[in-house]
């Protein structure tokens, strides 16, 4: 049985709360360990650590800030086989899936490694008689990101990263339910030359998540999960004045246009709905068919594709899916297939009494296909997070384009045509933050910036890119005028520059 505490300080400490909650491993159902739930005295530590070693950090050049990212890149890739095989036992994601997982998040470091560039201010010489301006970029202080189970690595990098390399200290609170790679990534940050106290873990539930909220000294919060916490955290983030961007729940849609190849739309569909078992945030969860033949066709080469689908351990390196990530969570996903039958969706592929031989309890469902969804169904509009799919059959393109554009979340999207001009339209008019043409899962790369529109993303900047520069530093405007021996007396009118 593992013991998971916080890392605090540079180092490993046990949590002293008293309270724990139980770490699972979900390809077999056995408990593994237990987690530590920090209480608002453990999180003022991690915050006192961190407003103790900030300062020195950002007075460090960003260049050898960039150094550490650098040498972080190092160790992480020899780790890589160990880091993917412990993310795929506390999460249920298959390994592969798991090294994507883990490559995702290094791309935000290899981008924070640009940061001298990144921070470079402005300047304007000569904006009045013998006066310069210039913009300089400050980090906040000490700033923290709370993560959601989905993406235990990529995640806390996306956070961690841009601050770090922009000069603030970091607390990083993970979900509870697979904090061991977290807790890994800070111990290789140190490793890397990160002082103590720049990049602090402390693993709890909502009590710890309240502390953060509430602390004076935490001046931004980042924040990923679903949308109801997500909008409460930004709520009360910012009723205490912290910066906050908050990114919420999703219900992806993929639209199939008449003239699409329907073999990669369908292969698409299937990698992008039931990869990691639905539980992605960019996992396509919605179908769009445009027309009847489309539809039809479409639902001939889904059906053995789904019904075919190699659900397995974690560690089975041929599965293409693994279990889901607690009993909690498989018992609500099977509930949504319940309510899909009993709000009159034609279940076509059932998956809900999957049982995988030789790990009986483990927390595995087979895919779910669901065809002739309509929009006022609850499994329509609430996301599902699982490996299910919910085919609507739109009549036109104007119906498909509203569809996703209407609906309540606004991640990603995505449209498969061969049609330059509708594609090209729908980039332009659809509704959502993220789009893919011909890309089921559009996750921008690490330069440009991630973040959902409507109830998938509060406050104003997104995740990594240039945004997550702007969002960890403030900017202060520098006017400066050296004295020439002029003397000009006092002016009382507002200074222009004349
Ligand atoms: P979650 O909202 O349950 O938990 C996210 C974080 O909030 C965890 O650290 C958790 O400990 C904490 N938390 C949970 N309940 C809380 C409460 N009542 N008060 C305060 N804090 C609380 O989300 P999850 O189940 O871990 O992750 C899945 C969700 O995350 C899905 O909705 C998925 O779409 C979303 N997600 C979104 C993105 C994105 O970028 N938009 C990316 C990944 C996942």
């Known amino acids: 049985m593992r013991e998971v505490g916080h890392f605090i300080g540079g180092k490993q400490v046990p949590g002293k709360s008293g309270r724990t909650t139980e770490l699972f491993q979900p390809m077999t159902g056995e408990v593994i360990g237990r987690v530590a739930l920090a209480s608002k005295d453990e999180l003022r530590q991690a915050v006192e650590n961190a407003k103790a070693a900030q300062p020195a950090w950002a007075a460090t050049n960003p260049q050898r800030r960039a150094r550490v990212m650098m040498k972080f890149l190092e160790l992480i890739a020899k780790e890589t086989d160990s880091l993917a095989e412990l993310l795929a036992r506390e999460h249920g994601k298959t390994i592969p899936d798991a090294k994507g997982d883990i490559q995702r998040g290094v791309e935000v470091v290899e981008f924070a490694c640009g940061i001298p560039h990144l921070m470079k201010g402005e300047f304007t010489e000569g904006a009045g008689p013998g006066i310069d301006i210039y913009s300089i970029r400050q980090p906040l202080g000490v700033v923290a990101g709370i993560t959601p189970f989905n993406f235990p690595a990529m995640i806390p990098m996306w956070k961690f990263a841009p601050a770090i390399a922009c000069g603030n200290a970091f607390i990083l609170k993970p979900s509870e339910r697979d ?6 990534l800070a111990e290789i ?27 004076p000294d935490i001046k931004a919060v980042g924040f990923v999960g679903s949308s109801p916490i997500a909008q409460y955290v930004y709520s009360r983030a910012t009723a205490h004045g912290k910066r906050a961007h908050c990114f919420g729940g999703a219900k992806n849609h993929m639209i199939i246009m008449p003239d699409a190849d329907l073999d990669q739309a369908a292969d698409a569909l299937i990698g992008a709905g039931y990869g990691s078992a639905g539980e992605r945030c960019m996992a396509v969860s919605v179908a769009v068919p445009v027309g009847k033949a489309t539809a039809d066709a479409l639902m001939d080469k889904l059906i053995p594709r789904v019904e075919s689908l190699k659900v397995g351990p974690s560690t089975d390196l041929s599965a293409d899916y693994g279990p889901l990530v607690t009993k909690a969570h498989l018992d609500k996903v099977r509930s949504y297939v319940d309510l899909g039958v009993q709000e ?25 296909l669901f065809d002739e969804v309509k929009p006022e169904m609850r499994i329509y509009k609430e996301e599902i997070f699982g490996p299910v799919l919910s085919v609507v059959r739109a009549k036109n393109y104007d119906e498909a384009l509203r569809l996703p554009s209407e609906h309540e979340y606004g991640n990603g999207v995505a449209i498969y045509t ?19 043409i011909n890309v089921p899962i559009p996750v921008p790369i690490a330069y440009y910036t991630f973040g959902g ?39 009382f009118s507002i200074p222009t520059m004349k």
């Open 179 to 184: 904090p061991g790679v977290p807790m890994r």
């Open 189 to 215: 940050m140190v490793e890397a030359g990160l002082p103590a106290g720049i990049l602090n873990v402390v693993n709890g539930d909502k009590e710890v998540v309240d502390a953060i909220l509430d602390d």
């Open 344 to 368: 009159g969706a034609k279940l076509v592929v059932d998956g809900r009494n999957f049982k995988m031989q030789g790990y009986e309890n483990g927390f595995y469902m087979g895919g779910c």
């Open 418 to 436: 061969r049609d330059g001009d509708a594609a090209r339209d729908f980039a332009s008019r659809v509704n959502v933050g993220m789009v893919g």
């Open 453 to 491: 529109w409507k109830a998938s993303g509060f406050g104003d900047l997104n995740q990594h890119g240039p945004d997550a520069v702007r969002f960890y530093t403030k900017t202060k405007t520098v006017t400066s005028r050296w004295p020439s021996g002029i003397k000009e007396g006092a002016e």
